[in-house]
């Protein structure tokens, strides 16, 4: 890309090692940014130094967070009983969405993936278990993905949890709300059917 | 988005400000960068505010550049009597990709827009006449986009260029190579009709 200039060639190039985003939308982006008001551009800049140096992982749940606690686990009128397991932040964020639960959280940053070589080791199981010992807890909701390696991840978690006798329970898997029968997969409507309940 | 800490929040806001980056996408991009090695997330931001501050106008043909002039301005084995006319840098790197094309460039940095209010004035215009005036030009050849915006800018030029007899051209409008007929739309297809020439 030697027509574009160093400055320009060196931020298309940056821009582009991040995920997502290929070599069209880092030169559109790139020649946006460079239009861009100069303090724009810094407060972009200093908004990822920032998040990157001071954002640390919850004492607790494991989240990305600013302070030692989250403001889910910092949060004394949630019930401290319940913990929702997740793979990552962005879940736990769509769960904070519905606005209807109120437990706290564990993530896990990742899930068990023997194709990937991503082992129990790998992931934040142990401090699920540290948690589980210390505190008084009433229930784990596994809420890993309905993918293979959720899936790997929710059976192994339940068994290690199995002998502290404390409930573990996996969310449903079946026919989203408002999806058409027709466009959803077999798998999909054959769990749909499987966790068929009475009316 | 209070269940994301507030260096978090500040990343995917910031990020999310960006043409193209969904909120989504943006919290994505956020929880990779926080995952980044800090090293490579200070070359990502240093290479923003290095461009946004490093890069100007090159003086002949206003293409955004490190230094006074363009690599390719610079260039003395290019052909500087052909000018061609690109609307935006990346139109001038599509056809430098080409490899084929020897003259030089006049970048406008957008296209006449009625409907916008983008007017002549508010387009590199006046510094494309300059040019013309000052050095010894053999052709001029518009290549703004095919739309609407670019068509009545490509005419608007050559009405203004007229007067000083430097030829003006306008690259061919067409079907596609590779393009198959029953895929392409009537205005293209009558474009290409009208612009038949003989075998």
Chains 1, 2 share one sequence.
Do not use: W
């Amino acid at each position: 890309m030697d027509y574009f200039s160093g400055h320009i060639s060196t931020l298309i190039e940056q821009l582009s090692s991040l995920p997502g985003i290929g070599t069209k939308t880092a030169q559109r982006l790139a020649f946006h940014i460079i239009s861009m008001p100069e303090d724009r551009v810094k407060k972009i800049a200093d908004s990822m130094m920032t998040a990157r140096s001071q954002v640390r992982y919850c004492r607790e749940c494991c989240t990305l967070t600013d302070a030692e606690l989250c403001p889910i686990c910092g949060n004394r009128k949630r019930d401290h009983g319940t913990i929702m397991v997740v793979e990552t932040p962005r879940d736990l964020s769509a769960y904070e969405k519905t606005g209807k639960y109120d437990g706290v959280y564990h993530v896990l940053h990742g899930a068990i993936s023997p194709m990937l070589g991503i082992g129990p080791d790998d992931i934040r199981l142990k401090e699920l278990m540290r948690r589980l010992s210390n505190e008084e807890i009433k229930e784990v909701i596994i809420a890993t993905n309905s993918s293979l390696e959720g899936e790997t991840t929710a059976m192994y978690i339940s068994r290690l949890i199995k002998p502290t006798g404390i409930p573990v329970t996996r969310i449903a898997s079946g026919v989203p709300v408002g999806g058409d029968l027709e466009n959803i997969d077999e798998v999909t409507l054959l769990r749909a059917l499987e966790g068929r309940t009475e009316l």
